[in-house]
């Protein structure tokens, strides 16, 4: 454990200098290829790739460390975030590109409210105007669209941050009631073709992917907690146990309780990323196309459901939430990184989740298996000591495993150093709120 945490701290003083990380991040090879596009992962206003994870990483130190310093780190952090804000502004609201994930990155190193209270709250104030003006575009949108509602980019993450505290709860009531219902409303049923399906159906034209449009011609609706149901579900759960009883909210929680039940692929005992509307009811349906983590599969989806047992106080959802954890024990589908969306600390942080929920010992040894394959990929030769390792279609149009630098706390090393000090240690700061698992 002391091993453990003394790579976490040499990392993390490492990541003090801001000109050495832009230079590492924006080296010639430090990039991904998507369709024609070089993405290099830099951006700094971003709570995903930039400022906002570094300054919830050290306020975390500064809370389980308070004699180290760590919030001098912090202070130097957040005074770039407040000089880069007034350049170059806040564009939209959302937790991982916009104003909510500043938001929350200011309200954990405020330690309280101790500090920084005149910036939160201009921004909380920006933030409501943004969302405000995020559901008046949402009215004129015709058919569902992912980044609207999604964790991502739409209303999931930045409820959750409203939601995190009982002072969010009463500055952002309206927005909160709101989002709630336009949630309810997309969980509502209508004909398509002879078949009832929820509003959460995306159409074929609106789906985000090419490929994803050649497949599901009649369109989808996408389970994932990154970008699908199990997002909403998270958060509407959150809400209710916070006692926001608003009509409609709880029936629309066992709706998409029974549509994540029912899709479950009884085969593979997983679920799909998205499910064809064309097979929505059909129970012998099988899908290859499952993983193992945060973003999609088991983990996340299962994550949701143990939530909504909570709320509903539902016995049955809950054994079904466990016993897919259970299988996927030692399972490791698709997980190649030791990140936190699509790797194996995510899903070693959900474990433990589960096992703070069940006090069940398998979930346990996992949740340590896995946070010991996550420590298997520390290199102190690499410039942030973790790798994030991606499929990637290389320049010659092959696929290749690609390792790219980055601080991200999406695919990155500020993920990765968060998890492992609150694994090893007293979780101080809702940082994970970034991930709806506070």
């Given at each position: 454990?002391?091993?453990?945490?003394?790579?976490?701290?040499?990392?993390?003083?490492?990541?003090?200098?801001?000109?050495?990380?832009?230079?590492?991040?924006?080296?010639?090879?430090?990039?991904?290829?998507?369709?024609?596009?070089?993405?290099?992962?830099?951006?700094?206003?971003?709570?995903?790739?930039?400022?906002?994870?570094?300054?919830?990483?050290?306020?975390?130190?500064?809370?389980?460390?308070?004699?180290?310093?760590?919030?001098?780190?912090?202070?130097?952090?957040?005074?770039?975030?407040?000089?880069?804000?007034?350049?170059?502004?806040?564009?939209?609201?959302?937790?991982?590109?916009?104003?909510?994930?500043?938001?929350?990155?200011?309200?954990?190193?405020?330690?309280?409210?101790?500090?920084?209270?005149?910036?939160?709250?201009?921004?909380?104030?920006?933030?409501?105007?943004?969302?405000?003006?995020?559901?008046?575009?949402?009215?004129?949108?015709?058919?569902?669209?992912?980044?609207?509602?999604?964790?991502?980019?739409?209303?999931?993450?930045?409820?959750?941050?409203?939601?995190?505290?009982?002072?969010?709860?009463?500055?952002?009531?309206?927005?909160?009631?709101?989002?709630?219902?336009?949630?309810?409303?997309?969980?509502?049923?209508?004909?398509?073709?002879?078949?009832?399906?929820?509003?959460?159906?995306?159409?074929?034209?609106?789906?985000?992917?090419?490929?994803?449009?050649?497949?599901?011609?009649?369109?989808?609706?996408?389970?994932?907690?990154?970008?699908?149901?199990?997002?909403?579900?998270?958060?509407?759960?959150?809400?209710?146990?916070?006692?926001?009883?608003?009509?409609?909210?709880?029936?629309?929680?066992?709706?998409?309780?029974?549509?994540?039940?029912?899709?479950?692929?009884?085969?593979?005992?997983?679920?799909?990323?998205?499910?064809?509307?064309?097979?929505?009811?059909?129970?012998?349906?099988?899908?290859?196309?499952?993983?193992?983590?945060?973003?999609?599969?088991?983990?996340?989806?299962?994550?949701?459901?143990?939530?909504?047992?909570?709320?509903?106080?539902?016995?049955?959802?809950?054994?079904?939430?466990?016993?897919?954890?259970?299988?996927?024990?030692?399972?490791?589908?698709?997980?190649?990184?030791?990140?936190?969306?699509?790797?194996?600390?995510?899903?070693?942080?959900?474990?433990?989740?589960?096992?703070?929920?069940?006090?069940?010992?398998?979930?346990?040894?996992?949740?340590?298996?896995?946070?010991?394959?996550?420590?298997?990929?520390?290199?102190?030769?690499?410039?942030?000591?973790?790798?994030?390792?991606?499929?990637?279609?290389?320049?010659?149009?092959?696929?290749?495993?690609?390792?790219?630098?980055?601080?991200?706390?999406?695919?990155?090393?500020?993920g990765i150093l968060l998890s492992l000090l609150s694994l090893l240690g007293n979780k101080q700061t809702s940082w994970d709120a970034v991930f709806l698992l506070d």
């Open positions: 454990m002391d091993e453990i945490n003394c790579y976490v701290k040499k990392i993390a003083l490492r990541l003090k200098d801001f000109d050495y990380i832009e230079q590492v991040l924006l080296e010639k090879d430090n990039y991904l290829n998507y369709g024609e596009e070089k993405m290099f992962p830099n951006s700094p206003l971003t709570m995903s790739h930039g400022i906002p994870g570094l300054c919830l990483l050290y306020a975390e130190l500064d809370r389980q460390y308070p004699d180290e310093n760590w919030m001098d780190c912090c202070n130097v952090y957040v005074q770039k975030l407040v000089e880069m804000v007034k350049i170059y502004g806040i564009e939209e609201p959302s937790l991982f590109s916009g104003c909510s994930g500043i938001c929350l990155a200011i309200l954990e190193s405020s330690n309280k409210g101790k500090f920084y209270g005149k910036f939160k709250d201009s921004v909380d104030v920006f933030l409501k105007d943004l969302v405000n003006e995020k559901i008046e575009q949402i009215n004129f949108h015709e058919g569902t669209l992912m980044f609207d509602y999604d964790t991502i980019q739409g209303m999931t993450g930045i409820l959750n941050y409203m939601l995190i505290d009982s002072t969010n709860q009463r500055y952002f009531i309206q927005q909160i009631k709101d989002i709630i219902g336009y949630f309810i409303q997309l969980s509502k049923k209508y004909n398509y073709k002879d078949i009832e399906v929820p509003y959460w159906h995306i159409f074929s034209e609106n789906l985000f992917l090419k490929e994803e449009r050649v497949l599901f011609p009649e369109g989808a609706i996408n389970l994932g907690v990154s970008h699908g149901i199990s997002g909403p579900l998270i958060v509407m759960s959150k809400a209710f146990e916070s006692n926001f009883k608003i009509s409609g909210l709880e029936e629309a929680i066992l709706s998409i309780s029974e549509l994540l039940t029912s899709s479950l692929d009884t085969k593979h005992n997983n679920w799909p990323s998205m499910v064809d509307i064309r097979k929505l009811n059909d129970k012998n349906a099988s899908f290859e196309d499952s993983r193992d983590a945060w973003c999609y599969g088991r983990p996340g989806v299962a994550f949701a459901l143990l939530k909504a047992s909570q709320a509903l106080n539902d016995k049955k959802l809950l054994n079904i939430a466990c016993e897919t954890m259970k299988s996927a024990v030692h399972s490791e589908i698709g997980l190649i990184s030791p990140t936190f969306c699509h790797g194996y600390i995510g899903v070693s942080y959900i474990y433990k989740k589960f096992y703070e929920v069940t006090k069940s010992d398998v979930f346990n040894h996992e949740s340590k298996r896995l946070m010991n394959k996550t420590i298997s990929f520390y290199d102190e030769y690499l410039p942030f000591g973790f790798p994030n390792l991606e499929h990637n279609t290389n320049d010659q149009n092959q696929q290749e495993m690609k390792m790219v630098n980055t601080i991200g706390i999406l695919d990155g090393v500020t």
